[in-house]
């Protein structure tokens, strides 16, 4: 059985997450953040003859399966998520949300590369992170092999020149302006030079 945790990568690769970006269709898939809009809300999707173990009815007693969840049909998160849903369905959002990504990696990549800062932008442009080392970088062990001192050192201080981001992954708003990218570029700066100073 193939399964894809879309609880990041769901409705942010592509409407249709990973599976669309990558043209594979999974038996089960968990998806979860955006489907709330913000809010608490999760939800398991696969295959009709995997899901039917959720219903007694369909399967009977000894094949059934108990499906609860705290996150689950939360009225104002729905809401919340079908509006998100709706959003991301307009013309061009995923356009508009890559161009946002690859113009953070960019800013992001140059301020670094201007105080001689060994870095690899990882990830896709609506999922990123900046991992530092001077090899490349092709899975996971690439990463813990990287500087991750450094990388703490990078996000604390991204984080105290207002650029709010998770301690790892940079994660692309729609709503991001011209004053944000200006920020961000500022923050990249004041950061790739602290590390250059180090």
């Known amino acids: 059985?193939?399964?894809?945790?879309?609880?990041?990568?769901?409705?942010?690769?592509?409407?249709?997450?990973?599976?669309?970006?990558?043209?594979?269709?999974?038996?089960?898939?968990?998806?979860?953040?955006?489907?709330?809009?913000?809010?608490?809300?999760?939800?398991?999707?696969?295959?009709?003859?995997?899901?039917?173990?959720f219903d007694k009815a369909?399967?009977?007693?000894?094949?059934?399966?108990?499906?609860?969840?705290?996150?689950?049909?939360?009225?104002?998160?729905?809401?919340?998520?079908?509006?998100?849903?709706?959003?991301?369905?307009?013309?061009?959002?995923?356009?508009?949300?890559?161009?946002?990504?690859?113009?953070?990696m960019e800013l992001g990549s140059a301020a670094l590369t201007r105080h001689g800062i060994a870095h690899r932008a990882v990830g896709d442009p609506t999922l990123f992170e900046f991992v530092f080392t001077d090899g490349p970088v092709r899975e996971y062990r690439d990463v813990f092999r990287s500087d991750g001192g450094r990388a703490a050192q990078f996000n604390r201080i991204l984080m105290q020149e207002g650029m709010f981001k998770s301690p790892g992954k940079t994660y692309p708003s729609l709503a991001l302006t011209d004053e944000d990218f200006a920020l961000c570029e500022a923050a990249y700066e004041a950061a790739a030079a602290a590390l250059g100073r180090a």
């Not at 038996?27 to 939800?43: E, N, R, V, W, Y």
């Not at 709706?86 to 690859?102: C, S, T, W």
Request: hydrophobic share 45%; aromatic share 8%; proline share 3%.
């Open 58 to 104: 369909a399967v009977g007693e000894d094949r059934w399966l108990m499906q609860l969840g705290t996150l689950s049909g939360n009225p104002v998160a729905c809401v919340a998520g079908m509006k998100t849903m709706e959003v991301l369905r307009r013309e061009g959002q995923y356009d508009r949300l890559r161009a946002n990504g690859q113009r953070l």
């Open 1 to 53: 059985m193939l399964v894809f945790d879309e609880i990041v990568t769901g409705f942010r690769f592509a409407y249709g997450g990973a599976q669309e970006l990558y043209g594979v269709t999974p038996d089960i898939c968990t998806l979860g953040k955006i489907i709330g809009g913000g809010f608490p809300l999760a939800a398991i999707a696969g295959r009709q003859q995997i899901m039917a173990h």
